[in-house]
């Protein structure tokens, strides 16, 4: 509505000569005020004079019965229409019809929630928060929908974990009260005693001859042996060049080399040899890798039947980058080892030059010897002609009957200790 003015009338700038007298214009955000009376407000200035840019900050208090409001002309919540123009008050008087011109300030009043409880509870719990948590937080709230969807999925695994958790400690408990704490620790030393079996092939401790203490059928079964017919005749019909030429070559272990030289001239004696040095020849080369990635790493040379043993028998599955492969970890190394023995024994007339074996298999000798008396061999010393003029002391192992109790690593070190 405009306002009436009078015949005359003028009007005068005050400026902002005089602060004090500086208009203040205020709105409320969470709507209009019914009774405008009713509000007390207060203006705080700033004290620093020697700041120019802090000389005008203002913050004006209001308060009702009910709530409090504040405003100020600076930081985020300062209204950017005080910077961008001007707001003036004009104050007429109509009796003398002069208009006083003053320049004022809009503040934008919000309202003012001052609970120390809350604000203190919000403070520390935020301070107690890892960053993790505090990660998972930006996700949810500024996070793209993949960020959300990878987040949901590690919150559900981490619940699924936590439930397993306690699914399997109510099982142990449950376990313990039915068994007792003493029947458990009888089991695990029983367990203990009975880890070598699980990498050694079975033993018949009561055979009547070393040949069938470690029966050569569970080595290889008729379907495997009669699969090495192909690839060993290479070794079946070996000359003393091809030897030769192996040597120079290193292509083959001295193991293998030396079982080369001394095949027999029996055709059917020589066709066994054959084939059993090649598979030994290739459990070798097998245990040199360490990750199998694909069926045919192995060669193209090798049988179906035979690469599915190794994969089988002497390795373990790993999960890597979404993928499963073939691990030759070092449990698996020892039982491969432990093979190799066995049918070294049966190719030598089961007595057998371990420091040869040690060497071929790039072991320590304490590594083999301890695998070898797991294996009940007896241990002995011989002198060994290694080049003219030239000897050395090797290790020999002997498979007699009868056996020799099964020594464990842990036991040669108690008896020692002792």
């Known amino acids: 509505m405009a306002a009436e003015v009078l015949p005359g009338a003028r009007w005068m700038y005050c400026g902002d000569r005089n602060e004090s007298q500086r208009a203040v214009l205020v709105q409320f955000t969470n709507g209009k005020l019914r009774s405008p009376g009713s509000l007390r407000f207060t203006l705080y200035k700033s004290k620093d004079s020697t700041n120019p840019r802090k000389t005008h900050h203002r913050i004006l208090a209001a308060e009702t019965d009910r709530l409090s409001y504040v405003g100020n002309n600076f930081g985020t919540g300062a209204l950017k229409c005080n910077t961008l123009c001007r707001h003036f008050v004009g104050v007429l008087n109509k009796t003398s019809g002069q208009m006083e011109v003053y320049d004022a300030e809009l503040f934008n009043m919000q309202p003012l929630f001052s609970d120390e409880s809350i604000e203190s509870e919000l403070v520390s719990e935020n301070q107690t928060k890892t960053f993790r948590e505090k990660m998972d937080s930006c996700i949810e709230a500024f996070g793209t929908t993949k960020q959300k969807r990878a987040l949901n999925s590690r919150r559900m695994n981490k619940v699924g974990s936590e439930s397993l958790n306690l699914a399997v400690a109510k099982a142990a408990e449950n376990i313990i009260d039915s068994k007792g704490v003493t029947a458990l620790v009888s089991d695990a030393i029983h367990d203990d005693s009975q880890d070598n079996s699980v990498y050694l092939p079975p033993c018949y401790a009561d055979a009547a001859r070393p040949e069938d203490v470690y029966k050569f059928e569970d080595l290889l079964s008729p379907a495997e042996y009669e699969a090495l017919q192909s690839p060993s005749e290479t070794f079946r ?25 001394s095949l027999p001239s029996n055709e059917e004696s020589r066709d066994h040899q054959a084939r059993c040095i090649w598979f030994l020849d290739t459990l070798i080369k097998f245990r040199a890798q360490k990750v199998i990635k694909r069926k045919n790493a ?121």
């Open 237 to 261: 019909s070996v000359k003393s060049e091809d030897i030769l030429k192996m040597i120079d070559e290193h292509s083959h272990c001295s193991f293998v080399i030396e079982a080369l030289k």
């Open 298 to 418: 192995l060669g193209p040379g090798v049988p179906h039947i035979i690469s599915t043993k190794l994969l089988k028998h002497f390795t373990c599955l790993a999960y890597n980058n979404g993928s499963l492969r073939n691990l030759i970890s070092d449990s698996m190394k020892a039982k491969i080892t432990a093979y190799v023995i066995i049918l070294a024994l049966h190719i030598n007339d089961f007595q057998i030059d371990l420091t040869m074996l040690q060497r071929d298999l790039k072991l320590s000798e304490k590594r083999i010897i301890e695998i070898a008396k797991a294996l009940r061999l007896k241990i002995s010393k011989r002198r060994v002609v290694v080049a003219p003029d030239m000897e050395e002391d090797h290790k020999l192992g002997t498979l007699s009957i009868p056996l020799p109790s099964a020594q464990t690593a842990d036991q040669s070190k108690r008896r020692r200790i002792t």
